[in-house]
């Protein structure tokens, strides 16, 4: 530090104890002049100092506005009547608006209307009525990991808060490879929490431009080469950009190798219902996994199938393996996920997880879930087909079958960097780079709009 900088804020600390002394004692006027002598001396030194900072941009350089955010920015400022937002992966109905479940709806009247409510902290670990149907939900009622207590589960700051927990969880504990296998491409934000952590991150391929599916192949070879006991993380469903899942055979394929090669697999979960609109059908591949006895970390994101995407509700799992020891190994997990919740968010937020709570304890509510979750895959659905047939009905060059094999919220249309940029400046329709769509931006009013705009930048690019 400078030697300006560490004296100038001693002298500034001294005149305002002089001024709060001569304040406090009725001031003669010659004091008040003596003070403002001195602090009109000070002043070039003291504006020195507010120009000098610990944070030179060599230090803490400009960073790029976050894309997704930046472009939901972009949108809101595009005053076209005809723009489209198909960036952030968030439901929307067919008028284009944000869809309240009927049953969240109904959750909250029933929270309002209970007179035992308040605002005290929730446990550390948050609401256990919450966390515990949570688990269920994803694992099964009947899962072996929860009849044998080898699981424990802690309420987070939504599927991210989830991810950040068990990346801090790795970096203090994980004493295998450190490095985080994701899938090429995978959803942008795992880089940063795990490089933030200190994980670094590599690929393993996932997409096949070709084909626009699974690149099975590459995928299985980078996992049978990379180092043993590397850290794994997989999408349980509804892959987020590219909306391909493998096979239940392919992930038995992939269990068997993550089995031999010792990696250790971390599952994000943010679309359980989204991919096929069935909640158990969407979970098979961690179930499968579980069966199979792995040790493995699991984030449940609920901002997506309960519409609850600003409250924040989501669970952070640990399951360990089976053995005379696995009880008492996850009381030790469970206790250090506890120190590491209290230091950073000391408690988890309340709202959305009563509100997930009341359904998830509910069958009635539960049931009536499970139709909602059956109306937004079902309209998500009908879209793809619509926008197949569209582009193919224009005839648009190439093959526009993935837009129906691939599932869940996105599509990865193919479109190169250049179209989805022409699709901004020309048609007001807002995507990102990678040429991922939220199909839930789509709706009757404007697929066809889309698609002729798609045909026009295919045709002209
Ligand atoms: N995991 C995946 C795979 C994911 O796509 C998201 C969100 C999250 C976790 C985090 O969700 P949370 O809201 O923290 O529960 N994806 C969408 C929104 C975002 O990027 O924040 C998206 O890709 O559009």
Redesign the pocket.
Known sequence: MPPSSTAAPARTSNISTTTSSSTASSSSSSSLSRISNIASHLAPASSTMASTTNFPADVVPQAPEDP?FGLMRAFRADESPDKMDLG??AYRDDNGKPWVLPVVKKADEILRNNPDLNHEYAPIAGIQAFTSKSAELMFGADSPALKEGRATSIQTI????A?HLGALFLAKFYKGNRTVYVSNPT?A?HHQIFNNVGLPTAQYPYFDKKTKGLDFEGMTQALREAPDRSVVLL?PCAH??TGVDPTLDQWKELAAIIRQKNHFPFF?S?YQGFASGNLVRDAAAVRYFVEQGFELLL?Q?F?KNFGL?GE?A?CFHAITSPGPGAAETIARIASQLAILQRSEISNPPLYGARIASTVLNDPKLFAEWEENLATMSGRIISMRKALRSKLEELGTPGTWNHITDQIGMFSFTGLTEEQVLRLRNEAHVYMTKNGRI?MAGLNTKNIDYFAKAVHKVVTTS
Request: aromatic residues 10%; proline residues 5%; hydrophobic residues 30%.
């Open positions: 997704l952030i992966g939504s599927g991210t808060g991810v959803w934000n999408h987020n950009p994000d943010a984030a994101s901002a995407y924040r989501g939220s």
